[in-house]
């Protein structure tokens, strides 16, 4: 696997970055010190009548019954969370706490089906049971320092002497790899950066001797810590967590060495993650806008944890790049607040990332404060900001947030045509191999605030829909040679931008490398959006091709005379696997150009005109969207031996409600 960079991205000042949305410390810095102030949050949850009391209350409860009812097992192996899916549509299944086979005798998919209880589910099962365990380890160490219950704080402790007692048992994982408490090694990195808390604050209570921190450092954190260094040195999600998983364990046992390997290291070490692993934009470079957040997750508890060990300013620099990964994606947000899907994600993130929130404590923002302002949680009860200069912002009305505009970002290989009522998101390369699908040239649309179309991202992984349909050129908008897009990642060539006018063009010279090239253009003219695509044989003597186009719509489209139904097995016939999972396909043999007339959501009409020259076959589907919903879907292919094609989509609106979008 390909997961080094392929650019060095520049970033020289990036505390400077989106100064307008930054709450500057005393020092002039980004970075805020956390705090834990148990005398005062014991002081707030007894006020009678208090919010806190009500909501500490509750948290009380919940932690009582988990302590009675639930156990961890040595004889449970924890599964892959992507196999936690559904074999009929890939969509995740519903965690419950009841045991599969025990309390309950099968699944329930979030699309509404029954699924029949399987070894791989079962253990599936237990990564989220063996996850929400040690979730839960973390609130029971705090309630139980701030009640002073020397019972519960007990309770943590002997759990974590139990992964301790076991760890040496579950050595591979499931996967057979560098893995004890999970199948795989994220997984352990997951658990650890929950064990780690958990210990943290419970280490100044007594119950906490000399002896069980040594044991616990000598049979469970030394060996993570050594077990996490081994693999993926490389520039990685996954390689970043391990990292942040190792400097936990490192500032727990203010172990230097430790530390010197997890942040320091020249070729994986925390600082080259985000030196290299970050576009000049703040994206993490795999361009999936769930992994820009999968490395908050671990970024952000990181500097809180550092912080409060009194070593944050030994990442300050890092803060401020986290800082802005958390914020760059606010300037590409669709009208109703969610961001585009370029690579993998299993599901639609939101602009405004709930980690805003918790980050106020480290990296504090004016979005952040006023999402984080009356929210109830273990940080906001240790640290409330009442007490310093954040409380004036706390107490500030909702900012606004910066407004989107057209944007050239090259080093993230991302364009966005802003103009009028249309909004397009352009994907037009890769910048490594993981988490890519083979989606270059991919665009995404909004008008009005309508969604018009939106890429639907993928299901759990462990679904034969993942790899089978989702990461595959006809799930997207993009040119297909028999029936396939591009072979591999590809940086592709930013060939013109201009924001102003509203177009860009960019180009895959090797869409299929040796054999196939496809330039796109996209513009927004009034209120009409353009796209014009040419594909091309590089080797035409050597072979024929069926050049083609796919075209996915969240409307409905009102199909002129002249479709007839076409049997799945001849649709499927002579094409690529992917394509037998589009339901109820049509054709029509069109020549020159189609109009066709399409109704999406709030009562908006749009034409969309499909032209090429010469005769073309229009294949319209039901494709897999979000399960369990499906998109409105074409597919156009010409006769084989077409040397070079161009294909030109039009789409404008004919009826649409007068008013414009405002941006959640």
């Known amino acids: 696997m ?8 520049l970033k020289p000042e990036p505390e400077k970055e989106f100064a307008a949305l930054k709450i500057l410390q005393s020092d002039g810095g980004v970075v805020r010190l956390p705090r ?34 639930h156990r961890d097992h040595a004889d449970w192996h924890a599964g892959w969370h992507h196999n936690f899916v559904s074999p009929v549509d890939g969509s995740f299944l519903e965690w419950t706490e009841e045991i599969p086979g025990k309390d309950a005798n099968c699944f329930h998919s979030l699309s509404g089906h029954d699924v029949e209880i399987t070894p791989a589910l079962f253990d ?46 579950w050595a591979g994982g499931l996967k057979k790899n560098d893995a004890h408490l999970g199948c795989q090694s994220l997984d352990d990195a997951i658990f650890v950066m929950r064990l780690t808390e958990a210990a943290r604050i419970i280490f100044p209570l007594d119950i906490v001797t000399p002896e069980r921190r040594t044991t616990w450092f000598e049979r469970l954190f030394k060996p993570e810590a050594e077990l996490l260094a081994r693999s993926f040195r490389t520039i990685h999600n996954i390689a970043f967590w391990h990292r942040a998983a190792q400097a936990q364990i490192a500032l727990l046992y203010r172990n230097e060495p430790f530390w010197q390997q997890a942040v320091e290291d020249k070729t994986c070490g925390l600082r080259i993650q985000l030196e290299r692993g970050v576009t000049s934009d703040y994206f993490w470079h795999e361009q999936s806008m769930l992994y820009n957040e999968f490395i908050l997750r671990a970024g952000i508890p990181l500097l809180i944890f550092a912080g409060l060990r009194e070593e944050g ?16 994606p606010l300037g590409i947000r669709f009208p109703d607040g969610t961001l585009p899907s370029p690579a993998d994600a299993t599901h639609i993130q939101p602009a405004k990332s709930p980690w805003l929130a918790l980050a106020s404590r480290v990296l504090p ?12 949680s273990w940080s906001a009860l240790l640290d409330t900001p009442d007490s310093d200069s954040l409380s004036v912002h706390a107490r500030a009305p909702a900012p606004e947030l910066p407004p989107v505009v057209a944007r050239n970002m090259e080093s993230s290989r991302f364009a966005l045509l802003r103009q009028g009522r249309w909004q397009v998101f352009f994907h037009y390369g890769q910048i490594v191999l993981s988490h890519s699908q083979k989606e270059a040239l991919n665009w995404e649309a909004s008008f009005d605030g309508v969604d018009i179309s939106r890429d639907a991202g993928t299901v759990g992984y462990g679904a034969r829909l993942s790899r089978g349909y989702y990461s595959q050129g006809i799930s997207h908008n993009v040119p297909l040679a028999d029936g396939l897009g591009q072979e591999s990642f590809s940086p592709g060539s930013l060939i013109h931008f201009d924001g102003e006018n509203a177009m860009v063009t960019a180009s895959q010279p090797d ?74 396909v049509c054709v029509m043999s069109c020549h020159g150009c189609l109009d066709i007339e399409m109704d999406f959501s709030k009562g908006l009409v ?4 499909i032209s090429t020259p010469g005769s073309f076959m229009l294949y319209h589907g039901l494709s897999p969207g979000r ?38």
């Open 627 to 664: 399960p369990p919903e499906f998109r409105a879907s074409f597919y156009l292919e010409l006769e084989p031996g077409r040397a070079e094609a161009t294909f030109i989509t039009k789409i404008q609106p004919l009826e649409m409600p007068d008013r414009t979008a405002s941006y959640s």
């Open 2 to 9: 390909q997961n080094l960079p392929l650019f060095h991205f």
């Open 313 to 328: 300013h030994r990442l300050r620099h890092e803060a401020a790049i986290l800082q802005n990964m958390l914020l760059s």
């Open 511 to 584: 869409y299929r490398p040796g054999h196939i090239a496809a330039t796109r253009t996209l513009r927004i003219d009034g209120d009409t959006f353009v796209e014009e695509t040419t594909i091309r044989n590089l080797t035409p003597e050597k072979s024929s091709a069926c050049l083609g186009l796919a075209l996915h719509f969240q409307g409905t489209p009102r199909l002129p005379v002249g479709f007839r139904e076409v049997n799945a097995d001849d649709f499927i016939r002579g094409r690529p696997e992917s394509f037998r999972w589009w339901r109820k």
């Open 36 to 69: 834990e102030d148990w005398d005062g949050a014991r002081e707030r949850i007894t006020q009678d009548g208090s919010s806190w009391a009500a909501w500490f209350s509750e948290k009380r409860a919940a932690i009582n019954h988990w302590v009675n009812r």
């Open 606 to 609: 749009m034409r969309l005109r």
């Open 365 to 376: 923002t004016t979005t952040g404060l006023q999402m984080a302002s009356g929210q109830l």
């Open 124 to 169: 599936a099962w237990v990564f989220g049971f063996r996850r929400r365990h040690l979730e839960m380890l973390s609130d029971a160490a705090a309630c139980a320092r701030i009640i002073g219950d020397n019972a519960l704080a007990e309770w943590v402790a002997g759990q974590i002497d139990f992964y301790a007692d076991n760890y040496p048992a």
